[in-house]
């Protein structure tokens, strides 16, 4: 759950997240090995953030879907290309 907040029009609204990493479900994967010795690491993930918006006089319910696929460097721990899709509902 995330804490109440506020975000302008046209802005952004940044928040610090924590990810959990499965290691069963990742030592699943075929191509893990191959990934780790190519030194990168491709991860795909997706969230759901449900809120209202006011318009003035009207308050709307919004749904926002955003899935985003990243490839991370292993070595430098670094995030070398990310390429994300939203999806806005209201």
């Known amino acids: 759950m995330l804490p109440r907040g506020s975000a302008r029009a ?5 928040m610090n ?3 959990v990493v499965m290691v069963e479900k990742l030592i699943a994967i075929p191509r893990l090995t191959s990934d780790l010795i190519a030194g990168e ?3 795909s993930m997706s969230t759901n953030i449900n809120g209202k918006v006011n318009l003035g006089v009207f308050k709307k319910s919004v749904d926002i879907r955003m899935n985003c696929d990243m490839v991370v460097g292993i070595q430098r721990q670094d995030v070398k290309d990310i390429n994300c899709e939203r999806k806005v509902s209201l």
């Open 41 to 43: 690491l491709s991860i």
């Open 17 to 19: 997240v924590i990810i």
């Open 10 to 14: 046209r802005r952004t609204f940044s």
